[in-house]
C-alpha cells in the first residue's frame, strides 16, 4: 500500500521552473514535519526542505531562495516550488512525513528531476 505519492517531476531546461506535489495517506495521523530530500547519482540523499506543523520551514543552503516549500500539514500535503534550477538539482526528489506517534518516518517512491539544455 502506498502511503507516500509524490507528482510533478519532469525535464526542464536551466533557468526554468517546476512544482512538486505530495500526498500522505489519510489514515497517517500525527504527521508533524513534511519535506523533501533528493539524491542524485552517485550521492547519498540529501535534505531539500522541511515544513513543520507550526508552518515553520528549513531549507538547505543550495537551495535557498530558489525553492519554496509550502504544505497544508494538517491535510497531509506539502509542495515544493523549484525556480533558477540548475543542472545541479538533477536528481530523484523524495517527499517524507513525520509522525510523532508512533515515530515513524514515511517515505514516496520519489520524482525523477532533470536540468538539462
Known amino acids: 500500500q502506498v502511503q507516500v505519492v509524490e507528482s510533478g517531476g519532469g525535464l526542464v531546461q536551466p533557468g526554468g521552473s517546476l512544482r512538486l506535489s505530495c500526498a500522505a495517506s489519510?489514515?497517517?495521523?500525527?504527521?508533524?514535519?513534511m519535506g523533501w530530500y533528493r539524491q542524485a547519482p552517485g550521492k547519498q540523499r540529501e535534505l531539500v526542505a522541511t515544513i513543520g506543523v507550526y508552518g515553520n520551514t528549513f531549507y538547505a543552503d543550495s537551495v535557498e531562495g530558489r525553492f519554496t516549500i509550502s504544505g497544508d500539514i494538517a491535510k497531509n500535503t506539502v509542495d515544493l516550488q523549484m525556480n533558477n534550477l540548475k543542472p545541479e538539482d538533477t536528481a530523484v526528489y523524495y517527499c517524507?512525513?513525520?509522525?510523532?506517534?508512533?515515530?515513524?518516518?514515511?517515505w514516496g517512491q520519489g520524482t525523477q528531476v532533470t536540468v538539462s539544455s
Open positions: 489519510k489514515t497517517i495521523i500525527g504527521i508533524h514535519t
Open positions: 517524507n512525513a513525520l509522525q510523532a506517534a508512533p515515530n515513524i518516518a514515511y
